[in-house]
């Protein structure tokens, strides 16, 4: 694999690690009584789970073409 195709790869892995780590943190209950509701649907919202479909998808396309 390209040096610079390796990196993109294991950003968007970290990108997708990160936001699957804050999902599972806003979704607990005792979270939600302590950040404020905007913060909570920001990241819950189509336009973070259609970037990390995409992410997947592009992560997959990138390993399977080396």
């Known amino acids: 694999m390209q040096e ?15 936001y699957r780590a804050l999902s599972l943190f806003l979704s607990k209950r005792d979270v939600k ?3 404020p509701s905007t913060e909570v649907r920001a990241l819950s919202s189509p336009y973070y789970k259609t970037r990390m479909r995409e992410a997947i998808k592009l992560v997959s396309e990138l390993k399977n073409s080396t």
Do not use: D, G, P
């Open 4 to 18: 610079s195709v390796r990196r993109a790869v294991e950003f968007l892995e970290r990108e997708i690690q990160t």
């Open 33 to 35: 009584k302590h950040v």
